[in-house]
């Protein structure tokens, strides 16, 4: 199992940004596999917020963030970003990263993936 990491939480006003990082151990191509992002508040189930295919790097949202949220690949450093614009409180979660190695489309189900980073805090006041 591969170790991914979230990097770049943090606390931002309403209509603030924040851009997190997900990256992988060393070795470890990130390049070739479907990187998702999630997120979870207190008291809620996981929630799929968007992921980005290898086979042309076209990334898919969750109609909550769309307009809001960009995920981009960066093939040199091995990382997969997620931009977040303007920001609102119910944005506020835990969000993680998460891939499967057999996975070849974007699956907005939280089961279907193996791998996971330890997640990151994002915090978000009115």
């Known amino acids: 199992q591969v170790q991914l990491v979230e990097s770049g939480g943090g606390r931002v006003q309403s209509g603030g940004s924040l851009r997190l990082s997900c990256a992988a151990a060393?070795?470890?191509?990130?390049?070739?596999?479907?990187v998702a992002w999630f997120r979870q508040a207190p008291g809620k189930e996981r929630e799929w917020v968007g992921c980005?295919?290898?086979?042309?790097?076209?990334?898919y949202y969750a109609d909550s963030v769309k307009g809001r949220f960009a995920i981009s690949r960066d093939k040199v450093t091995e990382t997969v970003s997620l931009q977040m614009t303007s920001l609102k409180p119910e944005d506020t979660a835990i969000y993680y990263c998460?891939?499967?190695?057999?996975?070849?489309?974007?699956?907005?189900?939280?089961?279907?993936?193996?791998?996971w980073g330890q997640g990151t805090q994002v915090g978000v006041t009115s």
């Open positions: 998460a891939t499967e190695p057999r996975m070849r489309y974007c699956d907005s189900s939280w089961r279907e993936y193996g791998w």
């Open positions: 060393p070795g470890f191509k990130l390049a070739y596999y479907v």
């Open positions: 980005i295919v290898t086979s042309d790097d076209t990334p």
